[in-house]
């Protein structure tokens, strides 16, 4: 079976203005407003929000268990290398997406009648199995969650493997429902809550096999999970075995997962967080470039000695919602102007004596190469080049100068923009401690200063 | 590859033993309902047609007046002369019947024991004929027949309603061989036993030599010529003769009309459609069967609805990983098959020891051919699916975005 990934760059799901309405007539009422996401192969995006801002509902319309009203969702068919509308399909065609789908839901909703194997073959009956033996796999899986014949420390224990619902706890329960979800591989896992039922130990199991199913993570990072109880605290913590089992049983990648969940354990480890409030996606942040963003801002006398929350709404204001190792599309700048610019190899970002006015900026490199040029009377002198994470435009911006320096593109280049009014009303919070800085560069107004803060 | 199935419907089902037992024992109680119901209006119509099923022939001329057994229409003995002559035709015997005139008398030794003297069913036939088939009498008691005032009396009479103190007597007193009586009058001795059964129109049958009948039976009613009618002709073929060939070269060499030529199944059916027809039998018993059908109908639409509404997210679940809803119909019509498949054998058990019982207490003829057999299991599925078919637009109902 061959299951491919979306062309470079483009989502596997991809929601665009959906609007939702419950109820009819007189008591219709609208509960999901312009929605628009995008998620990315091998993403885990947590959704958060408070009860009734829309998430389970737009959880429901991507897995195509309702009628999409208004917008459209797309979801990528890995096996048949194309997207699946949503939009004005009929039953037959939303039954058939929703086998691309892992549904994990907060009540396990198991046949009281079936055994754990029995409950999870009826998902693997939903799809033709790589293995003759389907039970190996379903056996594997619950091993891994802890209900094989070892525990976490790797005594003997026995297996839960044809145990009945009634015989199983309510952890136990819910890591069934997560082996059948998670069974026929989907390339989309929907889930809501999916720790809530779950203790620390196979709460973090569950986590895990998700990000280790989006992509293959380093052992050293996975290792770092196997701890001791007390180190552990209410984390959790793997055992060696299980993550010589994690392996084998994600051996694909490129599955993405949307989590509704209020679990702080999992936030931590998400890629992309969607915060819902009233029925619009409010923030939609990919935690990496809100790491970066921050980390450059830091670095930045500029922003360095205002208050961390400031700081995060600063560096919140910027993110365009792609990840930085991804470059960004152009309808995807489109949807979040003023944030970032792009430049050809070869153009100018900013050149020496340009006045500061109202339009000039303080850069954060996201992409590429920039090189900085200085004239020297007749020539001109390349005093450095620098890459992602570095930043420029702010000397200018700070003593009201024109630019003292030529920053051009080397490479393909992405930069966030500060515009002048933002950056003036965050000096003016860190004022003391830019004066300090201002002091040392009037004093030593050298080619190194210049080199780091051009 | 595929993974084998998941007996969902069966597990549902099974899941608990005690609630099965009790799904399957609801859905038995309709069977047994239906089935003895049905038995009974069977055993009612076949009473009647015993003794056309025991007359050994192929062919039988009957009067188009004569609906039924009991009325006196009959075929003149010229018929029987007539039919003697079509081609195919091996030998035509007549049967003489008589249902109201013959009365016997009660057959107690000591006269304060007797009773009143009560009708009595007499049929006169050739002895040497052999045209009845009633393994229980042996050749030489037919031999002993050609004794005028000699009878074959009815093991199967009509019992005496009291039992208790009359064990084993029928309503004629006891019948024994041996025993001497009077028939019509005349003194008459029961040499032999036979199995027929009453019904109807009748307590009880003696059967007599054609000689015996003419001289105790009809001739104080027509002294001058007592056979010249039959109330039956019986008509064996010769072998390898196409029976509705000479059936209709019969009913040709008749066109007075006063002959209608009826195979015995055709006879059977027309006695069994008098009955029908003319006695609320059908109308009471097929009520009762339909009584049974509709609770059956409702049982297993309870049992088949609750398990929906049990299921509700399981169903929902399974609806939202992907199954569709011609699935899930297809599991509760599976769950309603397995209940018919469990209530029929449970009421069929039961059903048929009530034949018994009701045999025994009654006399009736309660039989499980297998057609009727096999009419109560279709009634059983059909009941079944039909209330499946009721719980499937339940499940087809069910939401799954209810689930999550």
Avoid at chain 1, 144 to 165: C, H, V
Avoid at chain 1, 249 to 254: N, P, Q
Wanted: charge should be neutral; glycine fraction near 8%.
């Amino acid at each position: 079976m061959s299951s491919k990934l979306p062309p470079p760059g483009e989502p596997v799901l991809r929601v665009r203005g959906v609007n939702h309405y419950f109820g009819t007539g007189e008591t219709r009422t609208q509960v999901l407003f312009d929605n628009t996401l995008e998620v990315m192969p091998g993403e885990m995006v947590i959704m958060s929000g408070p009860s009734g801002s829309g998430k389970t509902t737009i959880l429901t319309l991507i897995g195509g268990l309702r009628t999409l009203q208004e917008g459209e969702i797309e979801v990528w068919d890995a096996d048949r290398g194309d997207y699946r509308r949503l939009r004005g399909v009929g039953e037959d065609e939303r039954v058939s997406i929703r086998r691309l789908i892992g549904f994990i839901f907060q009540r396990h909703n198991l046949f009281d009648a079936l055994t754990a194997l029995q409950n999870i073959r009826m998902a693997q009956r939903l799809k033709p199995q790589a293995t003759p033996d389907p039970d190996v796999c379903a056996r594997e899986m619950l091993t891994y969650l802890l209900m094989g014949e070892t525990d976490l420390d790797g005594r003997k224990q026995k297996s839960r493997f044809d145990y009945k619902p009634a015989a199983l706890s309510g952890g136990q329960r819910q890591r069934v429902a997560i082996a059948r979800a998670l069974v026929n591989r989907p390339k989309l896992v929907l889930a809501d809550e999916p720790t809530a039922a779950l203790d620390a130990n196979s709460g973090l199991a569950v986590v895990t096999l998700l990000q280790e199913l989006a992509r293959a993570r380093p052992e050293a990072e996975l290792r770092e999970r196997v701890r001791t109880a007390v180190q552990a605290g209410e984390n959790g913590r793997l055992a060696e075995w299980q993550i010589a089992l994690l392996k084998t049983i994600a051996s694909e990648h490129g599955t993405t997962s949307l989590i509704v969940t209020h679990d702080a354990r999992i936030m931590n480890l998400a890629d992309r967080i969607v915060h819902m409030e009233r029925g619009r996606i409010e923030s939609n942040v990919v935690v990496a470039e809100r790491l970066f963003v921050r980390e450059g801002l830091r670095q930045s006398p500029a922003f360095a000695a205002i208050l961390p929350e400031e700081q995060e709404k600063l560096a919140d204001s910027l993110l365009i919602g792609v990840h930085p190792n991804d470059p960004v599309r152009p309808d995807q700048l489109a949807a979040r102007p003023g944030r970032l610019e792009v430049y050809k190899p070869g153009e100018r970002i900013i050149r020496e004596g340009d006045p500061v006015n109202d339009h000039s900026k303080f850069y954060l490199i996201r992409r590429g190469t920039v090189e900085v040029l200085r004239e020297t009377g007749t020539a001109t002198q390349k005093l450095t080049e620098m890459g992602p994470g570095r930043y420029f435009g702010e000397v200018a911006l700070l003593l009201n100068q024109p630019r003292n320096a030529t920053v051009r593109a080397l490479t393909p280049v992405e930069v966030y923009t500060i515009d002048r009014a933002t950056f003036d009303r965050y000096r003016s919070v860190s004022k003391p401690f830019i004066d300090r800085v201002l002091q040392n560069f009037r004093v030593f107004e050298t080619p190194r200063a210049v080199e780091g803060q051009a | 590859m595929r993974p084998a199935p998941v007996p969902l419907a069966w597990c549902n089902l099974t899941h608990d033993k005690v609630r099965f037992g009790l799904f399957a024992a609801g859905i038995g109680f309709a069977v047994v309902l239906m089935g003895v119901q049905y038995g009974i209006m069977n055993a009612m119509l076949d009473s009647n047609t015993v003794l056309i099923e025991r007359l050994k022939c192929d062919l039988i001329l009957v009067n188009p007046n004569r609906a039924s057994l009991i009325f006196r229409d009959a075929v003149s003995s010229r018929r029987v002369e007539q039919a003697k002559g079509v081609a195919g035709v091996r030998q035509v015997h007549p049967v003489y019947l008589e249902y109201q005139t013959a009365g016997l008398r009660h057959t107690a030794a000591d006269p304060a024991q007797r009773t009143h003297t009560r009708r009595v069913r007499v049929i006169g036939v050739d002895p040497a004929a052999d045209l009845l088939d009633l393994p229980e009498v042996s050749p030489a008691d037919w031999q002993r027949l050609n004794l005028p005032g000699t009878a074959l009396f009815d093991r199967q009479s009509r019992p005496h309603p009291d039992q208790k103190n009359y064990p084993g007597q029928s309503v004629f007193g006891p019948l024994e061989p041996g025993i001497r009586t009077e028939l019509a009058g005349r003194a008459i001795t029961l040499i032999a036993g036979f199995d027929m059964g009453f019904d109807f129109g009748t307590d009880g049958s003696l059967i007599v030599s054609d000689r015996t009948f003419a001289e105790w039976v009809r001739a104080p009613l027509f002294p001058v010529n007592p056979l010249a009618e039959a109330d039956l002709v019986a008509i064996q073929l010769e072998a390898g003769a196409n029976v509705r060939a000479v059936q209709e070269s019969l009913q040709a060499r008749f066109p007075e009309g006063d002959v209608l030529v009826l195979t015995r199944a055709e006879m059977i059916a027309r006695e069994k459609a008098f009955w029908w027809q003319n006695t609320p039998i059908g109308f009471a018993f097929g009520a009762g069967v339909l009584l049974g059908f509709i609770v059956g109908m409702v049982i297993c639409y309870q049992i088949l609805a609750s398990d929906v509404a049990d299921h509700l997210p399981q169903y929902a679940t399974l609806k939202a990983i992907g199954y569709t809803n011609g699935y899930l119909s297809w599991v509760v019509l599976q769950e309603a098959l397995i209940l018919a498949s469990a209530g029929f054998v449970l009421g069929m058990v039961v059903t048929l020891g009530t034949y018994r019982l009701l045999t025994d207490l009654t006399g009736l003829p309660m039989r499980l051919t297998p057609e009727r057999g096999l009419l109560i299991g279709g009634l059983t599925v059909l009941m079944c699916a039909a209330s499946g078919w009721l719980a499937v637009r339940k499940v087809k109902k069910v939401d799954p975005a209810d689930v999550f």
